[in-house]
């Protein structure tokens, strides 16, 4: 079981105007957070809608002591919407996003539909949360291996520009969803009970229990894959680094959940390892985690259902000039897409955009 959340970011409180908020993608493992968040932090809800797909349509949740029955979504679900947070793939979001903004609502898009075009603000709050006043009715919510990465690295840059970065990720299954945790829990199990036959995988393809796949989406025509180039593209964006060099390795582990990254980046002056804790310290969002003589430092297990980005293994290293190593880990589900979205929400409702 996932435990208690830690907030870090002043929530919303229920006061002043409320809104009518529809969830796209509820019953899945991104949906199913938000709608939990967005209790949490007491988000100013008048009215939630849980949409999803037709074979979902007719479940019914429960949410803050309310039965809320998940309908279908259609493009009459969004008529009277405020607020859309979207959790499902590009095609859903595709087809939908205009539909919520042709009816009035924002839209809050936890796919990779709309996070690189010009016109979308691609938003942290942490780090570029002023980018939410130019939106035009979509605001993209970046990849969780992205999120981690600007907001372990944004305090640093802050007071010592990066010139360059190296981040070689390790992903947790839940970043593939619901099905990729079931089938690493029956691997997982198979093995346990001493059956080690051979293993059909359905989600990955390879058995991914007991193994390494440096394998995350399609790939691209230079032998990188579309996680390694979203994650360097989506940082120049959030980060406004248009000229920093930046180079991903995307590997998927056997984790349930929480990703782990291993960053390394080359800084404008010398910086050491005790100012960065200090700078790290001070930043909205991060724990340093970082005392090697008690063996402390960020692993998924615990930070699994946390709302912290969890830093440490902070040093020096020879490779660049003014170098500086940093192992980062964070929830995907929560800080990597479901809380970053209603962060989005509260950021839009905290300057007047909402």
Known sequence: ???DQSVFLESSQPMGREYTVAVVGATGLVGQTMCSILAERCFPVKELRLLASARSADSVVSWKGRQITVEETT???FRGVDLVLIATG???SKRFSPVAVEAGAIVVDNSSAFRLEDWVPLVVPEVNAADVDNHRGIIANPNCSTIQLVVALNPIHRVNPIKRIVVDTYQSVSGTGKE???ELRQQVAR???GDEGEISPRVYPYQIAFNLLPHIDVWLPDGSSREEYKMVAET???MHLSGVKIVATTVRVPVFYAHSEAIHVELTEPMSPEEARACLRQAPGVVVQDDLSKNDYPMPLPASG???VFVGRIR??????NGLSLWVVADNIRKGAALNAVQVAETLVARGKL
Do not use: C, L, T
């Open 191 to 193: 093995y346990a009970a």
């Open 306 to 308: 946390r709302d912290e």
């Open 180 to 182: 990729a945790v079931e």
């Open 316 to 321: 020096r290293n020879e490779v660049f000039d």
């Open 75 to 77: 493009e009459a679900s």
């Open 90 to 92: 590009n095609d859903i």
């Open 1 to 3: 079981m996932r435990g």
């Open 236 to 238: 120049r964006k959030i």
